[in-house]
Every structure is written in structure tokens, then in C-alpha cells.
């Protein structure tokens, strides 16, 4: 039982490239979410989903995609990277809204 | 929208000493709460909960948090503080009743634990 994975652990990006961050969960959630960690900032929600098939847009969206056609995997993608957009990126998942389960983090620094 | 303060963005203590990290909430109706800590390069990890019941919530590694509906309030306490408790630490909730179970987080608060 792996929890919540994330992949890939590290990148660096050209301004105007573009990357997918994949999250992985074995746990059969429902819900999933992606986070942005910046300092001083605390956590801010970007995407969710609350089942397989859809995707909502959170506080922070502009610039970023997302997909859920599995329902153990949520994609976020960067069409055209900013340097705005560098961050650690967590992925999380929950069943129960009791608890959410995160993932190790993605570093991702644009250049 | 929920609004999460946390006050003081650094908390130093000596070993030993008591923790006490604050935590307020913005919410009439009063939410889920949450505390989770983050070691340095790793993810977020759930200290303790508040979902109803008791006021007084125990987690793990010492660490315990008294719900005060009066005050809005969620601070988070050690008795004794430990080198091993130098981390972040977030106060996140959650709007009881909705379907979506996003979270709400604080801006963080950084604890540093002298020797």
C-alpha cells in the first residue's frame, strides 16, 4: 500500500514549456486535490475532483489543467509555464473528509 | 470562503518548553479542524482532528489541541518541546456539511526548538 505517489519528484522548466505532474493513489478515494505550496503562503487548492470524470477549478486555477479519467490518478498539466508557477506541488486524496492523504511533493522551479 | 490565521509565522522554544502554536478561524458555524506538520522536504503529515465530541483533541507525538467555539479558536500545545518537533506546522479546516471536502489552510508556522 504505496499511500498517495507523486511523479515526478523534481523539474525544471523553460518559461513556455509545458509538463504534466502525475498522482497516484491505491487507496480507492473519491477525492482528490492539488495543492500549491508557496512561502508564507500556506496551501492553496488549485484543482479537485471529487470522482472519476470531473474536475473543478479551486482557488488557484489560471494556468493549470487537470484530469481524472481514472479514478486512482488526477494529472495536472502547465500548458505554457510562467515563473509564477514555480512551487511545491501536493497531491491529496480522502475518502472520508476526516483526513486527507498527501503526497511527497513536487518540486517544479521555471526558468 | 473560510480564512485561517496563524499567528506568528516563527515560534522558537527551548527543549523542553511548552509549544504553543495559534490558530483562529473565521467560520460562524464551526468546521472540521485540522493540524498537520511537514518536515523539512516531505509532505504534509495529520497531527490531530476535530470532527465533533470533545473539545480536547490528542494526536500523535505529544501534541494535543483544545477546540474554544467562544473564541474561534484551535491552538495547538506540547507540553515539552523536543528537538524532533523543528517543523512547519499548518491549521487547515474544513466546512462541515459540504460535499467537497476541500481544505482551508493557515499560512504555516515555523518552529525551531533550541537545545
Not at chain 1, 509555464?81 to 498527501?102: L, N, R
Not at chain 2, 470562503?1 to 499567528?7: C, E, I, K, M, N
Not at chain 2, 511537514?38 to 494526536?59: C, D, E, F, I
Not at chain 2, 523543528?86 to 537545545?115: D, H, I, K, M
Request: hydrophobic share 35%; charged share 15%.
Amino acid at each position: 500500500n504505496a499511500g498517495v505517489t507523486q511523479t515526478p519528484k523534481f523539474r525544471v522548466l523553460k518559461t513556455g514549456q509545458s509538463m504534466t505532474l502525475l498522482c497516484a493513489q491505491d487507496m480507492n478515494h473519491e477525492y482528490m486535490y492539488w495543492y500549491r505550496q508557496d512561502p508564507g503562503m500556506g496551501l492553496r487548492l488549485i484543482h479537485y475532483s471529487v470522482g472519476e470524470g470531473t474536475t473543478a477549478k479551486g482557488e488557484v486555477p489560471d494556468g493549470y489543467n487537470v484530469s481524472r479519467l481514472k479514478k486512482q490518478n488526477f494529472l495536472l498539466g502547465l500548458e505554457s509555464a510562467a515563473p509564477s508557477q514555480t512551487s511545491v506541488y501536493f497531491c491529496a486524496s480522502t475518502q472520508s473528509f476526516y483526513e486527507q492523504y498527501f503526497g511527497p511533493g513536487t518540486r517544479l522551479t521555471v526558468t | 470562503a473560510q480564512s485561517v490565521t496563524q499567528l506568528g509565522s516563527h515560534v522558537s522554544v527551548s527543549e523542553g518548553a511548552l509549544v504553543l502554536l495559534r490558530c483562529n478561524y473565521s467560520s460562524s458555524v464551526p468546521p472540521y479542524l485540522f493540524w498537520y506538520v511537514q518536515y523539512p522536504n516531505q509532505g504534509l503529515q495529520l497531527l490531530l482532528k476535530y470532527t465533533s465530541a470533545a473539545t480536547l483533541v490528542k494526536g500523535i507525538n505529544g501534541f494535543e489541541a483544545e477546540f474554544k467555539k467562544s473564541e474561534t479558536s484551535f491552538h495547538l500545545t506540547k507540553p515539552s518541546a523536543h528537538m524532533s518537533d523543528a517543523a512547519e506546522y499548518f491549521c487547515a479546516v474544513s466546512e462541515r456539511g459540504s460535499t467537497l471536502g476541500r481544505l482551508y489552510f493557515g499560512r504555516g508556522t515555523q518552529l525551531t526548538v533550541w537545545p
